[in-house]
């Protein structure tokens, strides 16, 4: 029997506890001198995946999706998320407490506008707000009446009796086998960055980009590598790094001491107030606590808004790097096609709940015996979880798969030298011709982005239409990016490039992107292809040079799904293409019994 070791299957959210714990929080709020509060899924580094103590949405709501803020006021509160979430959203929270609203649509700052009562006090916690989100609450209390408070004890935290305590897990050195560069050249070349862009220091928030820089990799939050830190890098002089002693080894420590400072975070608000002294600091504006922007404005110093200087260096992958995610991706490919080959033997019986699918893929990644960890909770939905875009199975939404549906399985995998991040639709028995259709609208837009030739300077927004036009044209559309950046050995979700209609930064050699195009039929089927795409110069164009994508990602795209009358010549040869490396670079890694169901399972398509 599989076992899944990396993820569990329990509601982590309990909505039953929310009105109880919503009337403790009104109380806490009159007694701090607050009328409304306002908090977000976030802990002190806006990371993505937080730790058990971080959980306060959860917590109190029950919602447990990645993107989220909640409103409480004295006589309501809304809870605001996104497309990929509203309808996890409405299962898991109790509607009579909490109104749902989509945070593009109906920010929470134009909630606020709307439902503060003049000279009301909102409250906020200055350690998981950034500056930006400030100035945008700034601008809601402005235009209801009311004053932001910035609170000193988070209200939360003051009525979760059996809140969790801190991470604290051991540091890790990341060798220069996948770092591809050591420390002291990074930190060469952030103080480049530095010197160009006139910044005097540099606040490090964002564990990521410490991680990166000081090559270190830890175990603080699920599924990403990181160390829960912080660092301060002037221009000149030693660098400053904040971190709990009790993380590090006797061969950390030594090998960190030669790059820093070591220090304890709770030194950082006197250490950057004596660094920020008549200094430019750069303050990362996604991931820096309003606080810090605070204690600079304090000494005198001048913020510097923008991303912090790692944020493009390590955008960047490196050889060593890229020779780590190819090498990651064939040894995830094979795992991936010897669990396809498993459903597509045990899945005609019907006893293949969406939980055994998860631990069943798991397991084949496990056995590949340098599995770290999973890159994120497996998305497995079957029939109609799949058309909620982030499903999350639980052992109460868990259901059978089942033929004539469709099952969608989103997942990804920790290496030490690679994360990867794949998605597969496959059909369980016979598909309809409605899936068929839209399944190969969605392959033609995975394959228009794959097949892409742009010009230096292109963004993520320019491209992102090329995934949409073959659903645009049939009136259809799906409501998330088509494509987010991904971290070597970091986090499956990186910046600055993405693949959408906000992303803005051009796409450069070395970045690493997914190609993610979907359909989703509430109620139904959902409809998901990814594969993970490196940005690789093409040729000198007349004009420019051009760029292009080497894909990265080897396992099977489900043949039963597609209905080739709708491919173009290009587009078939493309997809034959790509099963023949399929077949040439993960069938020397399987046994004969999943190679043969391999071989039928990439057999051309004849045009």
Do not use: C
């Not at 058990?52 to 004295?74: D, K, Y």
């Not at 494509?483 to 970091?490: C, E, I, K, W």
Request: aromatic letters at 6%.
């Amino acid at each position: 029997m599989f076992e899944a070791k990396f993820q569990t299957f329990t509601d982590e959210g309990d909505k039953t506890q929310s009105g109880a714990r919503l009337k403790a929080l009104r109380a806490e709020l009159r007694r701090q001198g607050l009328d409304a509060f306002l908090f977000s899924r976030a802990d002190e580094h806006q990371n993505e995946y937080v730790p058990p103590s971080e959980e306060r949405v959860a917590w109190l709501t029950g919602f447990t999706g990645s993107a989220a803020v909640v409103a409480v006021l004295a006589d309501k509160a809304a809870l605001f998320t996104d497309g990929r979430y509203t309808l996890q959203a409405k299962d898991q929270i109790d509607g009579k407490l909490f109104s749902i609203e989509h945070m593009v649509e109906k920010p929470a700052s134009k909630w606020l506008a709307e439902n503060l009562p003049a000279g009301a006090v909102l409250g906020y916690d200055p350690w998981r707000t950034t500056a930006d989100g400030v100035e945008r609450l700034e601008k809601a209390a402005k235009e209801s009446g009311s004053r932001l408070a910035p609170v000193k004890e988070n209200p939360i935290d003051k009525i979760w009796s059996d809140r969790p305590a801190p991470p604290l897990t051991p540091v890790v050195l990341h060798g220069l086998q996948y770092s591809g560069e050591e420390a002291e050249k990074k930190i060469a070349r952030i103080r480049e960055v530095l010197a160009k862009e006139k910044i005097g220091v540099a606040v490090l928030s964002d564990p990521a980009s410490i991680a990166w820089t000081f090559n270190i990799r830890g175990n603080d939050v699920a599924h990403t590598p990181l160390p829960l830190s912080w660092a301060i890098l002037p221009r000149e002089g030693e660098p400053q790094l904040f971190i709990d002693s009790r993380k590090l080894s006797n061969e950390v420590r030594d090998a960190l001491a030669a790059l820093a400072d070591i220090r304890e975070p709770r030194e950082l608000e006197v250490e950057l107030h004596e660094a920020a002294r008549g200094k430019t600091v750069r303050l990362d504006s996604a991931t820096a606590p309003s606080r810090l922007a605070e204690i600079v404005k304090a000494a005198g110093g001048n913020i510097s808004k923008g991303s912090d200087p790692v944020t493009n260096l390590k955008a960047i992958k490196n050889e060593a790097e890229i020779a780590g995610m190819r090498a990651a991706h064939l040894r995830d490919g094979a795992a991936l096609t010897r669990y396809l080959a498993w459903l597509d033997r045990e899945t005609p019986g019907g006893n293949i709940s969406e939980i055994d699918a998860v631990a069943a893929l798991e397991t084949f990644r496990r056995e590949t015996g340098v599995l770290k960890d999973i890159s994120f909770p497996t998305i497995s939905g079957a029939g109609p979880n799949g058309a909620i875009v982030h499903y999350r199975v639980t052992e109460a939404t868990n259901r059978k798969l089942k033929s004539g549906e469709l099952f969608l399985v989103d997942s990804g995998a920790q290496y030490e030298d690679g994360t990867t991040d794949v998605t597969r639709t496959v059909a369980i028995g016979e598909p309809t011709q409605e899936m068929r259709e839209r399944f190969t609208l969605v392959l033609k837009g995975h394959i228009a982005v794959a097949r892409a030739t742009f010009p230096e300077g292109t963004s993520g927004a320019q491209l992102d239409p090329f995934a949409r036009r073959a659903l645009w044209e049939a009136g259809l559309d799906f409501d998330h990016g088509t494509g987010h950046g991904v971290g070597s050995y970091l986090s499956v979700h990186e910046g600055p490039a993405r693949i959408s209609k906000l992303g803005n930064t051009p796409l450069l050699p070395g970045m690493i992107l997914s190609n993610e195009p979907g359909y989703y039929k509430a109620g139904g089927y959902g409809i998901r292809i990814e594969n993970l795409l490196l940005v690789e110069p093409r040729k000198q164009g007349i004009e420019k040079p051009l760029l292009g994508f080497e894909t990265l990602t080897f396992a099977p795209i489900d043949l039963r799904l597609i209905e080739p009358t709708l491919l173009s010549f290009e587009e078939i040869a493309w997809l034959n293409g790509y099963h023949a490396q399929v077949r040439e670079k993960i069938g020397k890694q399987i046994d004969p019994q999943d190679g043969i169901w391999l071989e039928q399972a990439t057999a051309p398509i004849v045009s």
